[in-house]
């Protein structure tokens, strides 16, 4: 067992082999964000359905959850750099032909293979930290740097995707990823370390095939839930995706070399990290959305001026991933978890007090709160996942992590979005304008971008009453899913305590890092 205080120091090659792999991570981030803008232009040249549409945008999402269990696993087996740069080919020519594309299906086919491309690049980057960094402290900031990738490439998306979009075609926002690609299967054989683990079995794939429906079901059934409202379809799917997922679970627990370590869940330090990043990541995504459109349909933004609103948010993230590995040289990670968790409950607090003149300002700075609370978290946390795994099962580990986040995001989406929808539809029955004609309040009903729409087309003042009940109706229902979100942190803040400092407990559990 190798000390922390002991553990070799990171030569040069492996800072610059972070800064390399650092890149990916921002761009899988960016193509999560990057096609939003772009989508009126794909509508008018490859005249998709509305089914499509929704394919093009969602596919992607899904492809990446449902494959990052197994991609996890498979580095471990194969290798973790081979895996990586597969991936990064794979992702590179997927983008180049997706740019190009002459239909809808052809989009749709690329997306899809862009996820599972990009189902390799999170597991594969995290687990090579685990290889590269073996400090303690360097390790902790190396995650940070992979952190405030992810978040950088959130926030610079859509301002990427408005500046291409500007002076080029629609499928310019996918050759962005080329050059980052490029770079990583340049310098990554020569900087990035292989491993793997010798004893791993052979993948098993009746588990691949149980884990895929599971999280596909479960998530586009969230998904549909949460777009369109609770119906037999989508409750359906979830269920039978939950029921999958119990048949995957007991197989793991038969096999010798499972894709899921269900042995991990008994170590408090992994069980309390992956609740507080799940937590984080069901109230932020959850509340996320609502911020969205209050900033472009409460305030009239427009989409650009909406996204430099968000930049605080974001550069806020970045700055406190970085900073967590010096608050872990002062505190313990218990404190860093707790102490995040419940700044970020004092962020979402703030959040619910939204509105008025100033409700600008207080966006602002609750999501500035809510980021410098949640940073420390998603990076201590994640250190504490692979740190809690054997280094064979690192790969593993930090699959298990993303796959969380990306369950979480879809519940709180689907959840958050459920509870907003039927404050704002009850607040704005109770408002709504006598006078308004029967089409437009049902437009209003349904949405607030409905509401805006509609209200456009009533003259006088019973539009302007229609389109101010709508509003404020929805800032009524963004208080009430912020105040949720509120108790959400704090509830992951006293849960993360009571695991960590359960008898037995430890917070920085100690493995063997030889590679």
């Known amino acids: 067992m190798t000390s922390p205080t002991h553990a070799p120091k990171a030569t040069r090659r492996e800072w610059i082999g972070l800064a390399v792999i650092a890149l990916p991570c921002l761009v899988y981030a960016m193509d999560l964000t990057v096609l939003n803008l772009a989508l009126p232009a794909i509508s008018t040249a490859l005249k998709p359905s509305s089914s499509q549409l929704l394919w093009i945008v969602d596919v992607y999402g899904f492809m990446v959850a449902g494959f990052l269990i197994t991609m996890g696993t498979l580095g471990d087996r194969i290798g973790r750099r081979k895996l990586l740069l597969t991936g990064a080919a794979a992702f590179g020519i997927a983008s180049l032909i997706a740019a190009f594309s002459d239909s809808a299906g052809m989009l749709i086919a690329m997306r899809a293979l862009l996820g599972i491309a990009g189902a390799t690049l999170a597991p594969s980057t995290m687990s090579l930290i685990r290889n590269m960094f073996r400090d303690e402290h360097e390790r902790q900031f190396a995650i940070g740097v992979w952190i405030a990738s992810f978040s950088l490439g959130g926030a610079i998306g859509p301002l990427v995707g408005g ?4 002076f080029f075609w629609w499928g310019s926002v996918f050759l962005v990823s080329l050059p980052a690609m490029l770079l990583l299967l340049l310098l990554g054989p020569a900087l990035l370390p292989e491993y793997r683990d010798p004893k791993a079995g052979r993948v098993d794939l009746a588990s691949v095939a149980l884990s895929l429906s599971a999280v596909l079901m479960t998530i586009y059934g969230l998904k549909h839930i949460a777009e369109h409202g609770i119906g037999w379809l989508p409750v359906s799917l979830v269920i039978a995706g939950l029921a999958v997922g119990a048949v995957f679970v007991r197989r793991q627990s038969r096999l010798d070399y499972p894709l899921l370590e269900l042995k991990l869940f008994r170590r408090p330090t992994f069980s309390a990290a992956i609740a507080a990043y799940g937590l984080s990541c069901l109230a932020m995504f959850g509340v ?17 001026r909406a996204g430099f609103a968000t930049v605080p948010w974001a550069l806020a993230f970045v700055a406190g991933s970085l900073l967590a590995p010096r608050l872990a040289r002062k505190l313990p990670p ?24 100033h409700g600008l300002a207080i966006l602002i700075g609750a999501t500035v709160i809510m980021s410098l609370g949640m940073a420390p978290v998603f990076t201590i946390a994640n250190e504490m996942i692979i740190t809690a795994a054997p280094p064979e099962r690192a790969g593993a580990a930090s ?12 519940l709180g989406i689907a959840v958050f979005g459920i509870i907003g929808t039927v404050i704002y539809r009850h607040t704005l029955g109770e408002s709504m304008p006598a006078a308004a004609p029967a ?49 959400v942190m704090a509830v992951a803040s006293v849960v993360s305590a009571r695991i960590l400092r359960s008898p037995g407990s430890s917070a920085q559990p100690r493995y063997s890092s030889t590679r």
Do not use: K
């Not at 218990?334 to 003149?357: D, N, S």
């Open 163 to 166: 500046a291409l979009l500007q």
């Open 288 to 304: 996320y959305i609502f911020i969205a459109q209050y900033l472009q349909l409460v305030l009239g933004l427009s989409p650009l």
């Open 334 to 357: 218990v404190a860093i978890l707790v102490w995040g968790l419940a700044a970020a409950a004092v962020g979402f607090g703030l959040l619910a007090l939204v509105g008025g003149r």
């Open 399 to 410: 699959a298990l992590s993303e796959t969380a986040s990306e369950f979480s995001g879809a």
């Open 439 to 487: 089409d437009a309040a049902n437009a209003a009903m349904a949405t607030l971008g409905g509401a805006v729409a509609a209200a456009q087309g009533v003259a006088g003042p019973v539009g302007d009453a229609l389109l101010a009940a709508s509003r404020a109706a929805f800032v009524g229902a963004l208080q009430l899913t912020a105040a949720i979100g509120a108790a």
